[in-house]
């Protein structure tokens, strides 16, 4: 590797491959350094692999604009590229009055949001729709979907790479530092540790964003970048429950995630999941004596699933910027110009819909490097 070069990437999730191959696009030099041995194995690789639509985020949010705009441009690449993806719907059900007047308020913010397919279901069209599944009342979103997340990764690193950026696995960053005009990052390979000049730096680390911007001198408790993790586990069911139900079905919640969501992946495994709880430490280990509560959570809508057909499946972390009781937060993109460091750009709190709203991520840190 050069002493010197123009853009490091850190971070091979999907934001920080959807932004190589963006960049990579104006002929710019880049480097990705990546601590794990290939891209997609934290985050990008825990997730429901959902297309959201886009109705849960408030109106002219990051989240909300990404997401709509991310939507429309993955189902494009989909088509263009032959990555598999089903627009099966998804129906978010209330059991009482409380989250049937929640579905209204959800109706109005995904309308305000761009969102105009929605369709507010009474019981019987729920029951029309989906026989299995009971509700007081549904909505139906005909746009959200699931899609094969793997084959996304695998086509922007093949792109990113074809474009000229350049991968550095097994290579942790650990060291940021202003260096004139430019930052001299500090990297820790298996040959050990050695310093690389960089004109650019676009912090794309994930659940250790903030980290990475405290590196560089960034005042993180000042600047709201603190992260909190909050952990979403999956339980699988037995393959008895293949095809009861065929959109995905999401209970109409206010909690730190989406609520537990069942889901039919594209090869036809029926999960549950996520569920969210916030921890101090990374660690992907799902807890059996979970399954209880995901239970109790999912049978209020279908009354059909038994507890003893479930196994736990597999954990994902969420780095949230918002921590227990907090009041909504968007996701941090920003050239940190003003706050000392022209060439920094930090992506943090990219959690859900990051994995939806990538390809716009990456346009959008696109027109602030241009
Ligand atoms: C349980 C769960 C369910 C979700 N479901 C959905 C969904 O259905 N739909 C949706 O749109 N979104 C979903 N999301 C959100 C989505 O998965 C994330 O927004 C997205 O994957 C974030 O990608 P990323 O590239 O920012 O992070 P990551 O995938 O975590 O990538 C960051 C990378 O940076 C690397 N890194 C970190 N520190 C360093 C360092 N110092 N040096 C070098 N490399 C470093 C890491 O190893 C990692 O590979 C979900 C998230 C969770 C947790």
Same mark, same amino acid.
């Given at each position: ?175 940021? %530092?202003? !260096? +004139?005009?430019?930052? *001299? #990052? @500090?990297?820790?390979?298996? $040959?050990?540790?050695?310093? &690389?000049? /960089? =004109? ?112 736990? %499946?597999? !954990? +994902?972390?969420?780095? *949230? #910027? @918002?921590?227990?009781?907090? $009041?909504?937060?968007?996701? &941090?993109? /920003? =050239? ?35």
């Amino acid at each position: 590797m050069p002493a010197e070069i123009d853009v490091a990437i850190i971070g091979a999730g999907v934001i920080g491959l959807a932004t190589a191959r963006e960049i990579a696009q104006s002929k710019r030099e880049i480097f990705v350094f990546e601590k794990n041995r290939t891209f997609g194995l934290e985050t990008s690789g825990r997730n429901s692999e959902v297309i959201h639509a886009g109705l849960y985020y408030p109106q002219d949010s990051l989240k909300a604009k990404l997401c709509v705009e991310g939507k429309n441009l993955l189902y494009k690449l989909c088509d263009k590229h032959h990555i598999a993806y089903k627009k099966c719907g998804k129906i978010i059900v209330a059991a009482d009055e409380n989250e049937m007047s929640w579905l209204e308020e959800l109706y109005e913010q995904g309308r305000k949001n761009g969102v105009d397919d929605l369709v507010p279901l009474s019981r019987a069209e729920v029951k029309k729709l989906e026989p299995n599944v009971e509700a007081r009342a549904g909505l139906l979103s005909p746009s959200s979907g699931i899609f094969d997340s793997h084959s996304l990764l695998k086509f922007l690193y093949d792109r990113a790479r074809e474009k000229g950026a350049e991968f550095v696995f097994g290579t942790e960053v650990i060291g940021i %530092e202003r !260096a +004139g005009t430019n930052y *001299k #990052l @500090q990297i820790k390979d298996r $040959d050990g540790i050695s310093d &690389v000049v /960089a =004109h650019v730096v676009v912090n794309c680390a994930g659940l250790n964003s903030d980290r990475m911007a405290q590196l560089v001198g960034i005042d993180i408790a000042r600047a709201g970048y603190k992260l909190h993790y909050c952990k979403g586990e999956y339980f699988s069911l037995d393959s008895k429950y293949r095809n009861l139900v065929s959109r995905l079905i999401y209970p109409a919640s206010e909690q730190a995630g989406h609520g537990i969501h069942w889901r039919q992946t594209l090869d036809g495994r029926v999960l549950l999941g996520p569920s969210a709880h916030y921890v101090e430490a990374i660690d992907y280990a799902v807890d059996e004596t979970h399954k209880q509560y995901f239970y109790n959570s999912v049978r209020r809508f279908l009354p059909f699933v038994e507890l003893e057909d479930s196994a736990p %499946e597999s !954990a +994902g972390i969420r780095p *949230k #910027l @918002q921590g227990p009781g907090d $009041d909504f937060r968007d996701f &941090v993109i /920003a =050239h940190e110009e003003k706050a000392g460091f022209p060439g920094l750009i930090n992506l943090i709190g990219i959690e859900s819909p990051g994995l939806t709203a990538a390809l716009s991520i990456a346009r959008y840190v696109g027109r602030m490097m241009s």
